[in-house]
Every structure is written in structure tokens, then in C-alpha cells.
């Protein structure tokens, strides 16, 4: 298993998983978990946002892991991690924080806009240094490769940049690790929002029943300026063409809808009625997994105890080699030359 090169991802326990975890990050997880010694962490010391909802947090650690059952990740295969269960994450991340420069983290684009989005709220310290965890949670398990959404390649940068100065400045730990982005960099939300995402409330989860696909599909937002079926409509920037292109695979089909949309001549009834199709096709063997865990819960739970276990064997080792490179391994390194240099020997 050490033999193979090693990935490192995470999600937040804030909520289910929807497509656009699915699109954007899990089916590069599950394409790759053979090829690599894959860490899944779920990352629940980055919840600050959360901390007057933890009972949220509590929920969301076991709603991930019977998701990432659900679509076909294997606990044996590769390691589920929950993050405070392996505190060597916040030692890591103190130890990193020495080395990066302020003015880094204040224009990292991505945590800009996630600071926007608190409003007149204010903002934990730790919401704001959550970046920086992120790169200790990838140089922890030394991972070679990062398969995640296009939002989080700006931590992944950064991890890249503090590897380099680590290595640099003390000795060769860390390799720098390369993100892998996936097959829908960024999938929008119902709504046409940027981005799907749990906090926003524009999501379809990967556990969401038929009906609710159905309801929820059918209230989607789609081209504003059509107000009738004979109208001709837009297809680019319109979501339900864009989750057509991302989850139907009969191409021939979402081309004949294209077609006519563009023509006036077919309704939002029948395109909106076809993705819903599209989408319970892929969500089925899902559903049907979860139904399994969900019965078979101690399967969850010894998955999430044993890879948390191994992960926390790579990370002791790791720390091991950070305190020699850093020199600060100070009970094994008395004062050169004196005689009271070894106590205890
Ligand atoms: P939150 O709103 O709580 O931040 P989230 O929906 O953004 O939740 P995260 O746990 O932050 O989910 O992200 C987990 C992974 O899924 C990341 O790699 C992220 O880039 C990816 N991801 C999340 N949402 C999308 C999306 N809409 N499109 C593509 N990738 C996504
Ligand atoms: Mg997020």
C-alpha cells in the first residue's frame, strides 16, 4: 500500500453531499482509489462557521461517510479520516503557519469571497487560517496528487508554496502536490448561483429520493426571457442545459433538446422532465448502498475508525521527520560537549 503514490481530499462535515461534490471531486476519488493510497478526510476542524450548530457538524461526519459508501468509495482501499481524531492536523498546521506570509492568506481569492458571504457576521480567526490547515491536512499524509472542486485550487497553490519554502529551508519533507480538478470544475446551483454548495441551499443531494429530484428539478432556475414554450431560448449559461451536459450521457438526446430549445420548439416541461430521468438514473445504485449502510451503521463506523487509525500512524511519522528537519526534536538533541548532557542515562 506504501508503495503507491498518495492522495489527500476532504470535505467539510456541513451537510450531505450533492452533485456537484459528485461531478467536482467523487468521481475522480473513486476513478483513482485503486491507483493511489487515497486519505478521504473530513475536515471537521474547519467548521468554524458551524460552531453554534454542532449538532449539525455531528450529523454531517456520518451523512459523508455513508455518501462516500453510497457512491463506491471502499474503507479498505483507501483511509476515511476524521480530521480532530488525528490532532497532529493542528500541530502541523502551527508548526506552517510560521512560514506563511500574511498578505498570502489575504489574497487568496477564495477565502476573500467566503469572507464576503459572512456579511455584517463576524468572522472566527480560525475561519480565516482555515487555508492554512488545508495545507497541512494535504503535506500531512505527504500526498502526491489533490483531486478537488476549481474553487479550492487556490489552497492547493499555497500548499505548493509552503512545501517549497519547508523544504527549502530545512531539508526535503514534502513533495509538492499537484490538484487535480474534475470533470465539472464548478457545477452552478439550482438557483444559477456560482457554485452548488451545501451552505447556499441550491443543492441536489446525492441521497434526495426520486420526487424530490423531481420537484426540485422542476423548480430550477433556467432562461429568465422565455416565456413561452414557442419562444426561442438560450441554452449557454442556462443550468438545466449545463446538468443536461454534466449528467445525461445520451448526448444524442440533450443535442435534439439543444436543438429545439433554441427553435421554440419544445417546452421547459419535457427538458426538465428528461434531466430528472438522467438524474435518477445516476443516483439509483447510490440510493440503494445507502439504504444498506444506513441498516449496517457499525460497518460505517469501524470504516471511519480504522482508516482514521492508519492515517494517524502516517501522520505521527510525518511529524517525526518535520521536528528532525526543523531541529526541534529536543529531548533527542542535548547540549554538544557536557558531561550533564543525557539525563535519564
Ligand atoms: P460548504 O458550503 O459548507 O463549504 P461545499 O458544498 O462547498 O460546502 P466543501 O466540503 O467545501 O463543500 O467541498 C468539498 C469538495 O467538493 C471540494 O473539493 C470542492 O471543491 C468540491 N465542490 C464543492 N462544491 C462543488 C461544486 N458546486 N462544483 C464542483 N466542485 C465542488
Ligand atoms: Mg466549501
Known amino acids: 500500500m506504501s508503495e503507491r503514490k498518495r492522495i489527500l481530499t476532504g470535505i467539510r462535515p456541513t451537510g450531505a453531499l450533492h452533485l456537484g461534490h459528485y461531478a467536482g471531486a467523487l468521481e475522480n ?6 491507483e493511489y493510497d487515497c486519505h478521504f478526510l473530513i475536515a471537521d476542524y474547519q467548521v468554524s462557521d458551524y460552531a453554534d450548530n454542532l449538532e449539525r457538524v455531528r450529523e454531517s461526519v456520518w451523512e459523508v461517510a455513508l455518501d462516500w459508501l453510497a457512491v463506491g468509495l471502499d474503507p ?3 483511509c476515511f479520516v476524521i480530521e480532530s481524531l488525528v490532532p497532529e492536523h493542528a500541530e502541523l498546521t502551527t508548526w506552517l503557519s510560521w512560514f506563511l506570509p500574511l498578505g498570502m492568506l489575504q489574497r487568496n481569492p477564495t477565502l476573500k469571497s467566503e469572507m464576503a458571504d459572512f456579511g455584517k457576521k463576524s468572522v472566527p480567526v480560525a475561519f480565516f487560517t482555515y487555508p492554512v490547515m488545508q495545507v497541512g491536512n494535504i503535506l500531512m499524509p505527504r500526498a502526491n496528487v489533490v483531486p478537488v472542486g476549481e474553487d479550492q485550487l487556490p489552497h492547493i497553490e499555497m500548499t505548493r508554496e509552503l512545501a517549497r519554502r519547508f523544504n527549502r529551508q530545512f531539508k526535503e519533507v514534502f513533495p509538492e502536490p499537484e490538484g487535480l480538478v474534475g470533470r465539472v470544475p464548478r457545477l452552478v446551483g439550482l438557483d444559477g448561483q456560482a457554485k452548488m454548495s451545501k451552505s ?3 443543492t441536489i443531494q446525492l441521497k434526495d429520493d426520486s420526487d424530490t429530484v423531481a420537484q426540485k428539478v422542476r423548480g430550477m432556475f433556467t432562461d429568465p426571457t422565455r416565456l413561452r414554450a414557442t419562444d426561442p431560448g438560450h441554452v449557454e449559461g442556462n443550468p438545466v442545459f449545463m446538468y443536461h451536459d454534466a449528467f445525461n450521457p445520451n448526448v444524442d438526446e440533450v443535442n435534439d433538446l439543444k436543438e429545439r430549445y433554441l427553435h421554440g420548439q419544445v417546452g421547459d416541461v419535457e427538458v ?6 438522467a438524474l ?11 439504504s444498506y449502510y444506513e441498516t449496517h451503521l457499525d460497518e ?18 510525518t511529524m517525526e521527520l518535520v521536528r528532525d528537519a526543523m531541529g526541534i526534536n529536543y529531548l533527542n538533541d542535548p547540549p554538544r560537549g557536557a558531561d550533564r548532557a543525557t539525563p535519564n542515562s
Open 280 to 290: 435518477n438514473n445516476l443516483l439509483d445504485p447510490f440510493r440503494e448502498r445507502r
Open 76 to 78: 479498505e482501499e483507501s
Open 200 to 202: 447556499l441551499n441550491n
Open 272 to 277: 426538465k422532465q428528461k434531466l430528472t430521468t
Open 300 to 317: 460505517v463506523r469501524d470504516a471511519l475508525e480504522s482508516g482514521t487509525a492508519r492515517a494517524r500512524v502516517v501522520a505521527r511519522e
Open 29 to 34: 476519488w473513486i476513478r483513482l482509489q485503486k
